[in-house]
């Protein structure tokens, strides 16, 4: 209910005041805040407020926020841009994301590995920015630019960033997590992440100034799809910010139960 009521409200929010917007707000903060009471007075809640008591628990997983929001918002704006102003195909726009994929298939087990050495900070420092890098390049993609001039090195930096980053975050988060929540620690960061996509691609159309039918001008569509990738670059900057300030360098020790103590 939060979530949708919170999508719902962003949605609004790029036609205008409405009541619409007023209710759904409300709705989105008043059932996100009962959540939250019921977690914390429930004996077995399906969300341990425990698992937020860790300092790098919490952080990773603010950080998550951000970078997914990042993610979602980029492949959503880059896949309209490649189909709208360049005049690719549903499956050509695909394609051209396909090195982000492949890189992560290929050196996720080394990113996992590497972070496991040096710590979190590192990489979930190194990998916002990296990807971050990858959308200055790609932001002045327009109707005149090849994709092996203009769309192919952003795509490979950004997606060398993203393999940095998201086998240590998710090792970190379950890493850090009690033994008998693991399982929880990882359901909680899937949350966020999902949650932060879901955020990012209702609000950012209403940011870039995008409704209606402007999807289907070339010209529109490629004022807006500037400023996403701009915000989309700015949230990756804050969430190596949050890493670089926030986690330790080296690799933290999982929480212990007392019954796991004795």
């Known amino acids: 209910l939060t979530l949708g009521a919170a999508t719902y409200a962003l949605i609004a929010a790029g036609e205008g005041f409405s009541s619409l917007l007023v209710t759904t707000a409300v709705v989105a903060v008043a059932a996100g805040g009962g959540f939250v009471v019921r977690q914390l007075r429930s004996r077995y809640p399906s969300v341990p407020p425990e698992l937020f008591t860790d300092r790098v628990f919490t952080v990773v997983n603010i950080e998550t926020l ?8 980029t492949s959503f704006f880059l896949v309209l841009q490649l189909q709208t102003s360049l005049g690719y195909s549903p499956l050509q726009a695909g394609i051209a994301t396909l ?11 080394w990113a996992g590995a590497f972070g496991e050495r ?8 190194a990998g916002p920015l990296l990807a971050a890098a990858g959308l200055l390049l790609l932001v002045g ?3 005149q630019d090849g994709y092996w001039t203009a769309v192919f090195l952003g795509v490979l930096i950004f997606g060398a ?5 998201v086998a240590p975050l998710t090792a970190t988060v379950m890493g850090v997590a009690p033994h008998h929540l ?10 966020v992440a999902r949650t932060g996509g879901l955020l990012a691609v209702a609000a950012l159309p209403a940011v870039a100034g995008l409704s209606g039918y402007a ?3 070339p ?22 910010g949050v890493a670089a300030v926030a986690l330790p360098g080296r690799r933290p020790a999982p929480q212990s139960t007392p019954q796991e103590e004795r």
């Open 182 to 191: 693991v399982g929880t620690a990882s359901g909680v960061n899937n949350a």
């Open 99 to 109: 090195p982000m994929t492949v890189l992560l298939t290929a050196f996720s087990g």
């Open 215 to 217: 999807y289907e001008d």
């Open 141 to 143: 993609v327009d109707a």
């Open 219 to 240: 010209a529109a569509l490629t004022s807006g799809y500037r400023v996403a990738m701009w915000v989309s670059a700015a949230l990756l900057v804050v969430g190596a």
């Open 66 to 73: 951000f970078v997914y929001a990042a993610l979602s918002g």
């Open 161 to 165: 960033g993203l393999t940095t980053l």
């Open 118 to 125: 040096v710590g979190p900070r590192v990489p979930l420092t």
